[in-house]
T-cell receptor, first 116, second 112 residues
Framework: DAGITQSPRHKVTETGTPVTLRCHQTENHRYMYWYRQDPGHGLRLIHYSYGVKDTDKGEVSDGYSVSRSKTEDFLLTLESATSSQTSVYFC???????????????FGEGSWLTVV | GENVEQHPSTLSVQEGDSAVIKCTYSDSASNYFPWYKQELGKRPQLIIDIRSNVGEKKDQRIAVTLNKTAKHFSLHITETQPEDSAVYFCAAPFYKDNDMRFGAGTRLTVKP
């Protein structure tokens, strides 16, 4: 398994509160991603990073922000959590991206977030 | 739109039978097609992938075929076993934004 750890693994929070999920990798991969997984939607990209302090939006970025201050850490923040953000969040990493060789995506174990 | 369509959404087979899951994509420039297996409560894990310079790739009981003209690729599992029961996802990259887009998933149940 790829060296990816997520924390917390499970969290219940109230609507309107801020939440931060952390992803830590030991593979020194350049690219890091946050996906959410919902029934019927598969895995959808929220944000990704292509280097320290370099991030970009994905398919479903509204309501989320990210930061990457070190190669190994990628944080996902919900500034004011809503019930629609109840989901399973997966961090992922890859050496390269898109059509390039080495673009295999490896996933972390997931973080189950419930917003009540 | 730019997405990956995956069928069927659920598939039930008897142990020992074969299972086939198909995905279609829209970006003709896509050249890398991975398949992931996700067991209940676990992370998606890569089980096989194929690049566009080949039409088929096999790894023991699983194989992937690619038809670039028709823009579809399929996962084939032969001699299915109960431990093959899981959700399977296909994916394809899109040239415009380099984003890896995932299918909605197929829940495979292998009945003993």
């Amino acid at each position: 398994d790829a060296g990816i750890t997520q924390s917390p693994r499970h969290k219940v929070t109230e609507t309107g509160t801020p939440v931060t999920l952390r992803c830590h990798q030991t593979e020194n991969h350049r690219y890091m991603y946050w996906y959410r997984q919902d029934p019927g939607h598969g895995l959808r990209l929220i944000h990704y990073s292509y280097g320290v302090k370099d991030t970009d939006k994905g398919e479903v970025s509204d309501g989320y922000s990210v930061s990457r201050s070190k190669t190994e850490d990628f944080l996902l923040t919900l500034e004011s959590a809503t019930s629609s953000q109840t989901s399973v969040y997966f961090c992922a990493i890859s050496e390269s991206r898109g059509q390039n060789s080495g673009n295999t995506i490896y996933f972390g174990e997931g973080s189950w977030l419930t917003v009540v | 739109g730019e997405n990956v369509e995956q069928h069927p959404s659920t598939l039930s087979v008897q142990e020992g039978d074969s299972a086939v899951i198909k995905c279609t994509y829209s970006d003709s420039a896509s050249n890398y097609f991975p398949w992931y297996k996700q067991e209940l409560g676990k992370r998606p894990q890569l089980i096989i992938d194929i690049r566009s310079n080949v039409g088929e790739k096999k790894d023991q009981r699983i194989a992937v075929t690619l038809n670039k003209t028709a823009k579809h690729f399929s996962l084939h599992i032969t001699e299915t076993q109960p431990e093959d029961s899981a959700v399977y996802f296909c994916a394809a990259p899109f040239y415009k934004d380099n984003d890896m887009r995932f299918g909605a998933g197929t829940r495979l149940t292998v009945k003993p």
